[in-house]
């Protein structure tokens, strides 16, 4: 058993099930080219144990699918949403990066403020 995302006419994930290769390519989900392997340990081009520790296993496809990503046949890579209009794509990892840095981890809880295209503190 597997992870595979089914992806729209426009590369974009439907839904993400957990199912045999041979289900699949047995079409009686659909179009087998419909459908692209994820992996729930992969993120940001690097694979993880079940600890969310980094391994040496295989990376796939830069970052588990979810619902609304894109799927990039050209990169062979899944993206999510872009989360905001200011942010740019990472192409190393495939994920969104704020032009502002995050403060880090300061005990501080953060939200990304568009208008300022800044780190704003939650204080509530």
Same mark, same amino acid.
């Given at each position: 058993?597997?992870?595979?995302?089914?992806?729209?006419?426009?590369?974009?994930?439907?839904?993400?099930?957990?199912?045999?290769?041979?289900?699949?390519?047995?079409?009686?989900? &659909? =179009?087998?080219? $419909?459908?692209?392997?994820?992996?729930?340990?992969? !993120?940001?081009? /690097?694979? *993880?144990?079940?600890?969310?520790?980094?391994?040496?296993?295989?990376?796939?496809?830069?970052?588990?699918? &979810? =619902?609304?990503? $894109?799927?990039?046949?050209?990169?062979?890579?899944? !993206?999510?949403? /872009?989360? *905001?209009?200011?942010?740019?794509?990472?192409?190393?990892?495939?994920?969104?990066?704020?032009?502002?840095?995050?403060?880090?981890?300061?005990?501080?809880?953060?939200?990304?403020?568009?208008?300022?295209?800044?780190?704003?503190?939650?204080?509530?």
């Amino acid at each position: 058993m597997a992870h595979f995302a089914e992806v729209d006419e426009n590369n974009i994930v439907q839904r993400v099930i957990v199912i045999s290769q041979e289900n699949i390519d047995s079409g009686n989900w &659909g =179009s087998p080219e $419909t459908w692209v392997q994820t992996s729930y340990n992969t !993120i940001g081009g /690097k694979h *993880y144990d079940q600890d969310r520790a980094e391994d040496s296993g295989v990376a796939l496809r830069y970052n588990y699918a &979810g =619902s609304g990503f $894109t799927y990039d046949t050209n990169k062979d890579a899944f !993206i999510p949403p /872009k989360p *905001y209009p200011s942010w740019t794509l990472v192409e190393a990892t495939c994920l969104w990066e704020s032009p502002v840095a995050h403060p880090g981890d300061d005990g501080k809880r953060y939200t990304w403020d568009e208008d300022t295209t800044n780190w704003v503190e939650v204080t509530e």
